[in-house]
């Protein structure tokens, strides 16, 4: 296909659909700035996922949510049970920060963080934001290539639904939910399970978990949040096709609980992050895990005249470690501990009515080395709700504790002398806004890094991690989100070109081109039809890496009502749907198609 008219797809779809609407967009946005601003605002490149396009989809999970988002790289091990982390521009996925609310999810033990192990029902997610190229100048390490806020709903209505749903596999989804607010006092409570017996040997999953929200509007300007998540998964692990383990299992919990106080234009977060896996291979292997993060985050705003916007903050991070070998502890990580500390400052300048100039940097101690990140923003709004912007910034992740603590068991060993990834990354970016009716964009970026950790022979038979890798990613990415009548439709090109310096190759498991569309139609009153589909291409750099597929999902749903106040939907959920053969992962299949069946009652 030609790329230039890929290129122009979506603003051709798009404008030729409507005239020019003068709406003020509704849709607010926090990860970009750390401040409530509307959508149009924003002088970076910013995807919301909202509560409507959440609930119309074929999506069971977070992770099948963000898959189809523009620039987003899921690597996907299986199933639900499997781990699935997620790349953002060619990054790695201890690059990219995912948080619940402002709170931060990533590990110290290896940096990433599971998304199959994030247990929030969909229906209590108000939106998902995703922060796209570096932005250290706000959140510190771990966002080098961007961030994933999935921000959770207020409590404000009576409402409890039960949910039951069946499918291929003898796969069992069960959840309650009931929310309430009363008087200054709201909170939901909702209960999940999950099981399916696998698509291949000893892929089956268990899932529990227990996820509540508590709010007090304490005066009109002041609100407490305190949220408890709970997730324990029990998970056959079989392995790769090349190395099965048919035998393996892994059980792991997660405990996320915090408190979050907003006073006016300041807002104080304290949480606290609990995880637990077990792996036990019989006769080979038996590891246990623990990562756990204390963590404190707080900010306020001033308006200082009426032109200039000051927003800063401090972080304050407790991580700890502990990794046994339970089998020989010789092989063991063990316990390490290490405090992050970090402030901010961003200014942003309304230099004109049209024009807004962002200017902010963060100062990171970590174990006693510290880290300058600066970012420059500039936004133009032209007639026509068309917007021009601008950025660059500087990105940086510490090493994870498994790269500077891992044992010498002779054929490996860690480097604590290991220092901090780099990068630098510029955008530019043109976005044309229809009032609520959608809106269009076209982005280019290039990001250079440097530092890179990778795993190299050292000696004959003997590996650790060191920094010798440069990489030069470069690409542009292209969405339409259009809503009109009874459709809703999105679609979005991206295309990279990822080099590693170091070897003058293609780095390995990036794409080369993504095609990805969603679109939703009601046809009648309670009737939803939507479909998601994805093609990718990538780039082979070694014989067996994944090439491309195409990858389709669907559901039907139909609103009914019932006596006595109670309602109901039904529906029929279709998972790779043309059945494809298909990998994200080497040498990790994904599942063939799959049917699923169910019905929801709200009392």
Known sequence: MNRFLLILLPFLMISSVWAEEKIKLEEVVVTATKIEKSVEDVTQDVTVITKKEIESGSY?????????????????????GATASVSLRGSTSEQVLILIDGKRLNKPGDGQFDLNTISIPLENIERIEILRGASSALYGSDAM?????????????????????????????????TSRKIGKTGFYLSLSKGSSEGFRANSDYDIDAINTKITFDLSKDIRADLNIDYNHKDVGSPGS??????????????????????????????YSHNSRIRYINPGSEDNTHKNHVNGLDLQHSI????????????????????????????????KHSRTRKGIFLQNETSISEKTVLTLGARYDDIDSKNRLSPKASFLVKLPRQTNISLS???GFRVPA????????????????????????????????????????????????????IQWQEISPGRWSPVNVAKARIRGFETEGKLHINVVDIGLSYTFMDPEDISTGQKIRFSTRHQIKGTTSIYPAKGTTISLEGSYVTNYVVQAGDPRCYFLLDGKLSQKVKLS?????????????ILDRDFQTA?????????????ISLNF
């Open 303 to 334: 308006l200082i005249g009426s032109s200039n916007l000051l927003t800063g903050g401090i972080e304050l991070l407790e991580e700890d470690i502990d990794s046994r070998d339970n089998i020989n502890t010789a092989n063991s990580v063990g």
């Open 145 to 177: 290539g961007g961030v994933i806020n999935i921000i959770t709903r207020i409590p404000d209505e009576p409402v409890t639904k039960f949910s039951a749903s069946y499918g291929r596999f003898v796969t069992r989804d069960l959840s309650f939910n």
């Open 401 to 452: 504790m498994n790269a500077l603590y891992w044992p010498d068991t002779g054929w490996a060993v860690g480097n604590p002398n290991l220092k901090p990834e780099q990068s630098t990354e510029y955008e530019g970016g043109i976005q044309k806004f229809f009032g609520n009716s959608g809106n269009v964009k076209l982005i280019a970026f290039e990001k250079r890094s440097k530092d890179l």
């Open 392 to 394: 660059a910034g500087k």
């Open 564 to 576: 006595n106040g109670v309602s109901g939907e039904i529906f029929i959920t279709g998972k790779n």
């Open 60 to 80: 069971r999970s977070i992770s099948e949510v963000v898959r189809n988002v523009m620039g987003i790289n899921l690597f996907e091990y299986g199933n639900r």
């Open 241 to 270: 096709l090349t190395w099965p383990t048919p035998f393996a299992t892994q059980t792991d919990e997660n405990l996320l609980t915090g408190i979050t106080l907003k006073i006016k234009d300041a807002v104080l977060k304290l």
């Open 586 to 598: 080497t040498n990790y299949p994904m599942p063939p198609v799959q049917f699923i069946g169910g």
